[in-house]
């Protein structure tokens, strides 16, 4: 029985470390965000229409790793 539970704290650990390249990616969206801004200031609206995009989509993949993690915890 203590398996299935230490198998489930391995799991949901392992899940997590998706969050570390969401991490990443979000700093990679606001980083290209800023240089292109530096560059060319004058479609910043557009830009960070665009940056705010790629962050939510980056985001949702957080979002389904956090929930995979809880499925593997709490589900069974």
């Not at 029985?1 to 998706?18: H, P, Q, R, V």
């Not at 570390?20 to 479609?43: E, H, K």
């Amino acid at each position: 029985m203590s398996f299935i539970i230490e198998a489930k704290m391995i799991g949901a650990g392992l899940g997590t470390i998706a969050l570390a390249g969401v991490g990443i990616g979000i700093g990679l969206v606001f980083s290209s965000l800023l240089n292109a801004m530096a560059r060319n200031p004058v479609i910043s609206t557009q830009l960070f229409n665009y940056a705010i995009l790629g962050f939510a989509l980056t985001e949702a993949v957080a979002l389904f790793a956090l929930m995979i993690v809880f499925l593997i915890l709490f589900a069974f």
